[in-house]
């Protein structure tokens, strides 16, 4: 076995990424550098959490020892010191936790410093996101990390000046934790002050469960924090600031929470809840695990971040605590899968939390229109996945519509509907397509159309068919444009009078054949001469585009053309096709009709070189 007391002093150079975060901190011109101390304690805080965790099946991991974070000041030396009776960690932790990015929210912080065309630009971001125990070198160049794993007793020693290497060597320390010696920078010292220091703790560390010390010198040690779990104290007493820096230490996210859901559920279950809803879209909010992020504490002490039983996955993009009592304090990671007192909770948790988004939509519309636009597309996904809840959550879904600005409710829509009209009409369409054909003759008659921007409405459109009793209609299926019942286009008048177009739809499906399952002339148009519809039983336009793309449809059904009997071309050539010798230019312009129907639909053109070749010979046509 090698020996590892001969190995004095190993060097490594860190990884390419966290050399350039490095570089970024030493050279930081971040006004608000006193943030490396909130980040240093959150590291610590949660080392004593896992300690306490780990000896909830190993007693002998934590024995009587106290759980706490001492900060010392030694201005002679020039350091702090901040020491915590935590897990501690191994050589090969402290090489790849203090040396690679293993943590997504710093990966992605350097793509967004990447992004970031300026360079001053990156203290936003640091503002932003926090970057956790690399900050340390904004206000240190030499920094010193003694750590001594849980379990073991052997210490090892990190050192680094933050610089491109760091070394790792065998080291002493009594017992187990972490040390962490900061070398202050010459422009640092107002971080060797006391009140600085304390005023520091107290702002943003103040909900830190565990005791933070501060002392200088020889004299005793004081306790700064309120060093109480911030969801066990009453609601009154409890500033917003206080809920926003938890916030930020649960979620490891940096912006204002939205809303805050804090809660004590008392009788058959009792537990305690102290939830948020972010104000911008976490980063991973659409990661393919869909996990929740949410944190289960039993008795107040931490068990898990990564229980999937707390709430569904449509509800992700919650944060914070849920602390249950009636769970056993040894409880393995592994039991809390279908586990029915967990479920239970899961239960009324979801039913608390999409009541308190329907209060805040009721409440305080504009912070709702703010939450649906980052949060509406996973909160949708419990419409198909949640049968129980779906009416709720159609309660709370708001969608973009031709009728009004900014977002609107189903209910709003029904308020508004004209008199005879009998159905909720949408359109699914790419972002921005609110100039689609199919929309004309809807706007014509002031009928308002909802129009569904996201991938995910193809999916629940599936299982919901109605709301209130009035279905849910598609205006890109054929039988949706029954327009005339609900009264004449205002706009089109006399001026565009119908012309009769079946003999030139007889000519047009003898050119267009199969590539089409049928011509009509439509109600639905009123300036395009054309459009694509999906027919009767047919799938929508959008969805079988999206599922061609990703290969669940070997080919789209060939769809029904809509011409419009009032426009100036499709007159000129209803003319025509009662006359001789004019079947090449029909021909010609039902094929470039089609194509045109398919480019304003934003369907790939199965034939270009002749849809090339097509609009040449018109040009041509022209230029003689
Ligand atoms: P994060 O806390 O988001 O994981 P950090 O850069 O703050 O990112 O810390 C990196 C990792 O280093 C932590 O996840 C943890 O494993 C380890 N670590 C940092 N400080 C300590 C400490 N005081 N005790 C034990 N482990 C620590
Ligand atoms: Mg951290």
């Not at 990447?114 to 630009?121: L, N």
């Not at 017992?175 to 002050?193: N, Q, R, S, V, W």
Request: glycine content about 6%; overall charge negative; aromatic content about 8%.
């Amino acid at each position: 076995m090698a020996d590892r007391d001969a190995v004095k002093s190993e060097s490594f150079g860190f990884q390419a990424e966290v050399a350039r975060l490095l570089h970024m901190m030493v050279h930081s011109v971040y006004s608000e550098r006193e943030i490396f101390l909130r980040e240093l304690i959150s590291n610590a805080a949660d080392a004593c959490d896992r300690r306490r965790y780990e000896a909830l099946t190993r007693p002998e991991l934590l024995g009587d020892t106290p759980l706490e974070i001492v900060i010392t000041i030694d201005k002679a030396a020039k350091t702090l010191t901040l020491s915590d009776t935590g897990i501690g960690m191994s050589r090969e932790d402290l090489i790849e936790n203090l040396g690679t990015i293993a943590r997504s929210g710093t990966a992605r912080f350097m793509e967004a410093v990447k992004g970031a065309e300026t360079k001053s630009s990156a203290p936003d971001l640091i503002g932003q996101f926090g970057v956790g125990f690399y900050s340390a070198f904004m206000v240190a160049d030499k920094v010193r990390v003694v750590s001594r794993r849980a379990g073991s007793d052997e210490a090892f020693a990190w050192e680094s000046d933050g610089l491109g290497s760091f070394t790792v060597e065998p080291a002493t320390r009594d017992a187990t934790g972490t040390t962490i010696t900061l070398h202050m920078k010459e422009d640092a010292a107002e971080f060797l002050e006391k009140y600085r220091l304390s005023s520091i703790i107290r702002t943003y560390s103040d909900h830190i469960a565990i005791p933070i010390k501060l002392t200088e010198g020889s004299e005793a040690a004081d306790t700064v924090n309120t060093a109480k779990a911030l969801w066990t104290r009453p609601k009154s007493e409890i500033e917003e600031k206080d809920y926003a820096e938890f916030y930020r230490h649960t979620s490891g996210l940096f912006d204002e929470p939205l809303r805050t859901l804090h809660f004590r559920a008392e009788g058959k279950l009792e537990y305690t809840c102290l939830l948020f809803t972010p104000s911008q879209a976490p980063f991973d909010l659409y990661d393919p695990e869909r996990k929740s992020k949410v944190k289960l504490y039993v008795k107040r002490v931490f068990i898990t971040d990564d229980c999937e039983e707390l709430l569904p996955a449509y509800l992700r993009f919650m944060r914070g605590v849920v602390d249950a009592q009636d769970l056993a304090l040894n409880i393995s990671r592994e039991m809390l899968q279908h586990n029915p007192v967990l479920a239970a909770m899961k239960k009324a948790i979801t039913g608390k939390v999409l009541g308190d988004l329907a209060k805040m939509a009721e409440n305080e519309p504009e912070t709702y229109a703010k939450f649906w636009g980052q949060f509406g597309k996973v909160l949708k996904e419990g419409l198909y996945e949640d049968f129980d809840r779906r009416d709720d959550i159609l309660k709370l879904t708001r969608f973009k519509s031709t009728g009004v600005e900014g977002w609107t409710s189903l209910g709003e829509y029904i308020s508004r509907m004209k008199e005879g009209q009998k159905a909720i009409y949408y359109l699914t369409t790419e972002e921005g397509a609110a100039s689609s054909p199919q929309l004309e003759g809807f706007k014509a008659r002031g009928i308002e159309v909802l129009l569904l921007t996201d991938p995910i409405d193809d999916f629940w459109l599936g299982v919901v068919t109605e709301f209130d009793g009035k279905p849910l209609q598609s205006i890109t299926k054929a039988s949706s444009a029954d327009l005339s019942a609900l009264g004449e286009a205002k706009d089109l008048g006399e001026a565009a009078p119908e012309t009769d177009v079946s003999r030139l739809i007889a000519v047009m499906k003898g050119v267009l054949g199969d590539s089409v399952k049928d011509i009509r002339a439509s109600e639905r148009l009123t300036d395009s001469p054309v459009c694509l519809v999906a027919d009767e039983g047919d799938m929508d336009l959008r969805l079988s585009r999206m599922l061609k793309a990703h290969d669940r449809l070997n080919a789209i059904a060939p769809r029904v053309l809509e011409i419009n009997p009032r426009h100036a071309l499709v007159k000129q050539l209803a003319e025509r096709s009662g006359q001789e010798g004019q079947y090449d230019t029909i021909a010609l312009a039902s094929q470039l009709l089609l194509d045109q129907a398919r480019i304003l639909e934003g369907e790939p053109l199965p034939d270009l070189p002749g849809f090339s070749k097509r609009m040449s010979d018109v040009l041509l046509r022209l230029a003689q």
